[in-house]
Antibody
Framework: EVQLVETGGGLVQPGKSLKLTCATS????????MDWVRQSPEKQLEWVAQ??????????YYAESVKGRFTISRDDSKSSVYLQMNSLKEEDTAIYYC????????WGQGVMVTVSS | DIVMTQAPLSVSVTPGESASISCRSS???????????VYWYLQKPGKSPQVLIY???SLASGVPDRLSGSGSETDFSLKISRVEAEDVGIYYC?????????FGAGTKLELK
């Protein structure tokens, strides 16, 4: 059974940091390109970041809205992908999903991040 | 960035009737390999998005053939025949041609 489980969300003040973890199992994680997609309280979906696999040198890509503040990484030995979020803003408030969107399109259940003072 | 424009924003359908959702991209989603990189997702209440249609017209695993996707390079549609209760939710089109991937605003389907 395929599982993607996101953890690490919560309530954080503007300017602070948070690190999300997506632990996966049941599929070929090491060859998967992994993404983070978020959904605002208004239900708009926004792609956040992508990390490719080892054969593609773990190349990373970011949405302009998070570039320089967020860092995506992965640990193939743990079948996990991470999202380090720094200098958080109120507009980063969303449900964050990890997914291999565009391939087998597995999605986690999502984790809520609320940025508020 | 490629802009995805969906219509309508909401639709109310009688069970057993059909529904159609449109999506337009600001740039051609047809790649030189002949594949059109538009995807359709359904988010059921309280759930994560799930893929319905990939590469414009291919039905994802487990998706009933009452659903179908079609289109051209920039204009796309999702058709749901014989709407059932399990079809309720928010439908999104998305382009996966290039980063940043972008999505439409969503179409909320409810039953009359």
């Amino acid at each position: 059974e395929v599982q993607l489980v996101e953890t690490g969300g919560g309530l954080v003040q503007p300017g602070k940091s948070l690190k999300l973890t997506c632990a996966t199992s049941g599929f070929a994680f090491s060859s998967a390109w992994m993404d983070w997609v978020r959904q605002s309280p208004e239900k708009q979906l926004e792609w956040v970041a992508q990390i490719k696999d080892k054969s593609n040198n773990y190349a990373t890509y970011y949405a302009e809205s998070v570039k320089g503040r967020f860092t995506i990484s992965r640990d193939d030995s743990k079948s996990s992908v991470y999202l380090q979020m720094n200098s958080l803003k109120e507009e980063d408030t969303a449900i964050y999903y990890c997914t291999d969107i565009g391939t087998t399109d597995y999605w986690g259940q999502g984790v809520m991040v609320t940025v508020s003072s | 960035d490629i802009v995805m424009t969906q219509a309508p924003l909401s639709v109310s359908v009688t069970p057993g009737e059909s529904a159609s959702i449109s999506c337009r991209s600001s740039k051609s989603l047809l790649q030189s390999n002949g594949i059109t990189y538009v995807y359709w997702y359904l988010q059921k209440p309280g759930k994560s998005p799930q893929v319905l249609i990939y590469r414009m017209s291919s039905l994802a695993s487990g998706v009933p053939d009452r659903l179908s996707g079609s289109g051209s390079e920039t204009d796309f549609s999702l058709k749901i025949s014989r709407v059932e209760a399990e079809d309720v939710g928010i439908y999104y089109c998305g382009q996966l041609l290039e980063n940043p991937y972008t999505f439409g605003a969503g179409t909320k389907l409810e039953l009359k």
